[in-house]
């Protein structure tokens, strides 16, 4: 007979007294951290250490009762010489990927002297048992059992006497499969359970460590250290996640995502988020549209949200939507027409040299709907503020003004630099206030070198030049345009704009009474149609670019 000391596939064995046995709780058993498959050396069996497959934890789980009923996994108890086989993938949580499973094997009731072998169904029968027992004993034993090819099973069988058998899994060892034509150039690990097929931790304290990293030095286009590809199609999915679990002791800047692009040349990207979908989001939508990245801070999302599609959305239910800090510009965003070529960028937080810093910065034009105004704090109430708001005209005027001396009926009031430097020569004007009395006051010359006055009186007067901008003096109030172009069907609503703006947009034609899109005027101007024609290009946009993507995929493969 075999000896009680004897172990299988020359793995880790071990005595475990208290087997869970009459539906108690099953203490869990210690596993190696990988397996590796035993391979034939010679005509000695040797462990191939350059494939090992990680081990995928589970909640201990009872697979096999002989004391149950009838059944695959039930009674009988096993006799003497009699093989029996066991399919473990599909139960307890062991997928049809796994290569090989941690058992512990418990017998009980035995009718006498014997002992347990256990192996890969379809298998070779091994030299070596998993335990040894005795008449009238209940005795454990644990072990990393191969698991059949195509079946998922293992045969049992009792040598000599007969005993009934658990069997207990606490976890599998994943399949794994290298590129034969280039081994080592590819590793895959599957799995099919809750949670992570592959976990790293870096659990040391002191320096800069890493769970996983990933580093590819590919010239190729679309390379990448890590690739995060989500295959579900539906639910809530990720490509990558990432998260920062330390909720109160983690370092200033730390991240649950951190990307870091070394490259001091070229367009290239520390983080780049792509959305193939061209769907925009409707109000009250959480989440918004689609987006490449999307920032949500943890308030949540705000009650309304935009109706267009974005290479970013910041979303803020209380705070801030989208912050971008920096010593020289915090925010840009670029325009580019059709063609491609840049038309402007607008600034947010640009430190422009002496000249800034500017809150807002814009190389083209500056539009609102709204009043442009500046405020400063009360002098007495911290309650209130004081607002001043800008001089509206139909032109870009520019102007002015200050105080001058009538010396023997004539003054002479120069021209500032600046005034001269961006200023027309054609359209200024000069209002003239006498100061302390009466007086008739007239300009005889007027350019933008110098203003010549003439009075009856030498008095002191003030006086306002208006002239107009030289690089737009050729603006036209009214013009065609579509700021107030509906972007879709279900475009934002009359609400955003104030009451007077609401009625003419009714008045109009633009929006119905109700604030739907009026799509009759939609189409009549070609509105309607210039949105589809967008929504097809984004989608066919999207499809070559996935498509693109996928063709770089199966080159990696």
């Not at 071990?14 to 951290?33: D, Q």
């Not at 035995?110 to 890969?120: A, H, K, M, R, V």
């Not at 679309?222 to 990720?238: D, M, N, R």
């Not at 929006?511 to 005027?521: F, G, L, Q, R």
């Amino acid at each position: 007979m075999l000896t009680r000391k004897a172990s299988f596939l020359g793995l880790i064995s071990f005595f475990l007294a208290g087997i869970a046995l009459g539906g108690e709780a099953i203490p869990n058993w210690p596993a190696p951290a990988t397996w590796s498959p035993a391979r034939t050396r010679g005509g000695l069996s040797a462990m191939d250490v350059t494939n090992p497959l990680p081990f995928i934890g589970l909640a201990p789980c009872r697979i096999a009762d002989t004391r149950n009923p009838p059944g695959p996994y039930g009674a009988p108890a096993l006799t003497g010489g009699v093989p029996r086989n066991f399919t473990l993938t599909g139960q307890c949580g062991i997928p049809s990927s796994a290569g090989a499973v941690s058992l512990n094997v418990t017998v009980t009731n035995t009718q006498g002297p014997g002992f347990i072998l256990i192996y890969p169904q379809g298998g070779s029968q091994p030299t070596v048992s998993t335990l040894n027992y005795v008449a009238n004993e209940t005795i454990a034993n644990a072990a990393v059992v191969p698991l059949g090819s195509g079946n998922g099973g293992i045969t049992v069988i009792a040598g000599v006497s007969g005993t009934d058998l658990i069997i207990d899994v606490n976890g599998y060892y994943a399949d794994s499969t290298f590129n034969q034509l280039a081994p080592g150039e590819y590793f895959e690990i599957q799995g099919s359970v809750v949670g992570a097929v592959i976990s790293g931790i870096n659990r040391q304290l002191a320096t800069l460590g890493y769970g996983v990293e990933g580093s590819s030095n590919s010239t190729g286009s679309g390379s990448a250290g890590v690739l995060g590809l989500e295959g579900a199609t539906t639910g809530l999915v990720y490509g990558v996640e990432g998260i920062l679990t330390s909720i109160t002791t983690a370092a200033n800047h730390s991240a649950g995502v951190y990307g870091q692009s070394q490259t001091s040349t070229g367009y290239t990207y520390g983080v780049q988020g792509h959305s193939f979908s061209t769907t925009g989001g409707g109000t009250g939508i959480p989440g918004g549209a689609a987006a490449g990245v999307a920032g949500v801070e943890a308030s949540g999302f705000p009650a309304g949200s935009s109706n267009l599609a974005a290479g970013v959305l910041g979303a803020s239910k209380t705070r801030v939507g989208v912050q971008g800090d920096s010593s020289n510009v915090g925010v840009r965003g670029d325009s580019y027409d059709s063609a491609g070529n840049f038309v402007t960028a607008g600034l947010l937080g640009f430190n422009g040299g002496v000249g800034g810093p500017y809150g807002v910065f814009s190389t083209g034009n500056f539009t609102a709907t709204g009043t442009k105004m500046f405020i400063e704090p009360h002098p007495t109430d911290p309650s209130k503020v004081v607002r001043f708001v800008s001089l509206e005209g139909n032109e870009s005027g520019t102007y002015f003004r200050g105080s001058a001396q009538i010396v023997n009926g004539t003054a002479v009031i120069p021209v500032p630099e600046e005034f001269r430097m961006v200023t027309d020569e054609e359209g200024l004007t000069v209002q003239l206030t006498p100061v302390g009395t009466l007086a008739t006051m007239c300009v005889v010359s007027e350019d933008l070198n110098q203003i010549v006055v003439r009075s009856n009186r030498d008095i002191k007067f003030h006086y306002q030049v208006n002239g107009i901008r030289r690089a737009y003096k050729d603006f036209v109030p009214i013009v065609d345009g579509q700021e107030f172009m509906p972007n879709s069907p279900s475009a934002v609503p009359l609400g955003s704009y104030p009451a007077e703006i609401r009625q003419r947009l009714v008045a109009n034609g633009t929006y119905n009474a109700d604030s739907t899109v009026n799509m009759e005027t939609a189409e009549r101007l070609g509105w309607a149609k210039a949105s589809r024609d967008r929504e097809e290009q984004a989608k066919a946009a999207a499809a070559a670019s996935a498509a693109a993507h996928a063709a770089g995929l199966a080159d990696r493969r």
